[in-house]
């Protein structure tokens, strides 16, 4: 009987030990497989939620020579982002619900054409942006992870002291009436099925927005504003405050894309090489059915 105890004395706490470090085995071989498979979804049919990068990246400059305000010269512009994207995925596992956060270093080359020689000669200056994006995902009863819910993406200087330009809201909306938002954080997660905006192919969609540049330098304007949404860039126009400007586009291609707005600082368009280079964008993923 001694031995019986002797060896349970022993044997028991044994027993406990493999237990518990199969069971923290199992939990940490399913939370690694869960963010797995997040992160395939992510990176496989849930891409076009995530990386609006091609809809910022104009491949070098292009645009309008001569359209001026008073002082500040609208010049040829645009970036070229460096490939790959270099990429940060966050995942935050409360049970069957993950919060996500996708962040993008994006690095690359800003250029401007400052010559009004008629031909394509520009300078470029560095670029360095940090892209956000917050994202719900839902385990379903089969084990796939749904993307629930998605932010906007948010273009921010990776030198925060640099930027100056800032985006206050953005107010969506289309001719019809079906889509009536704003956007006054980039962070506010929007439900897949019923927030995300849908538009039908071609229908005129409105844009209006409320800007600041805190900058000290002179130009006039302070700043220009642009759409960008796929394969396309469109000048914001002004309503003469260096606050408020509206545009609209028209959207063409089916699926998911982002519209995204982008303010630029005139000064980083008055010369070609200077290490001036201050923006900051909003891009807002939307369905075309």
């Known amino acids: ?15 406990f030990i493999i237990s518990l470090f199969l069971f923290l085995s199992c939990s940490w071989m399913s939370s690694t497989n869960d963010r797995d498979d997040i992160e395939r979804a992510i990176d496989g049919q849930y891409r076009e939620y995530f990386y609006p990068i091609a809809e910022i990246d104009d491949g070098g400059a292009k645009g309008e020579l001569g359209v001026f305000g008073d002082q500040a010269f609208l010049r040829p512009w645009g970036r070229k982002i460096d490939r790959p994207v270099n990429r940060t995925i966050n995942i935050d596992f409360q049970g069957n619900t993950a919060c996500v956060t996708v962040i993008c270093d994006i690095t690359g080359l800003f250029y401007v054409d400052t010559t009004d020689d008629n031909v394509y000669n520009p300078g470029s ?24 819910k998605i932010s906007p993406g948010e273009y921010k200087l990776y030198d925060q002291n640099k930027q100056t330009v800032h985006i206050k809201s953005v107010h969506v909306y289309d001719s019809d009436g079906d889509v009536n938002m704003t956007i006054t954080d980039p962070s506010t997660l929007y439900d897949i099925d019923t927030e995300v ?9 409105h844009v209006d927005v409320e800007a600041e540049n805190t900058t000290n330098e002179n130009w ?21 405050d260096d606050i408020y400007y509206t545009g609209n586009w028209a959207p063409h291609n089916d699926g998911v894309h982002h519209a995204a ?3 630029l600082n005139s000064g980083c368009l008055q010369n070609e090489t200077n290490d001036d280079y201050n923006t900051t964008a909003w891009a807002m993923p939307y369905i075309v059915e």
């Open 1 to 15: 009987m001694k031995m019986v105890k002797l060896v349970l004395f022993f044997l028991l706490p044994l027993i």
């Open 125 to 148: 200056k560095p670029l360095h942006d940090t892209l956000t994006k917050y994202a719900v995902f839902e385990k379903q009863s089969t084990g796939n992870w749904v993307l629930k």
């Open 197 to 205: 905006p849908r538009f039908e192919k071609d229908e005129i969609v």
């Open 220 to 240: 006039e304007p302070k700043s220009f504003v642009y759409l960008h949404w796929p394969w396309n860039r469109d000048l914001f126009t002004d309503q003469g």
């Open 261 to 263: 707005v982008d303010i």
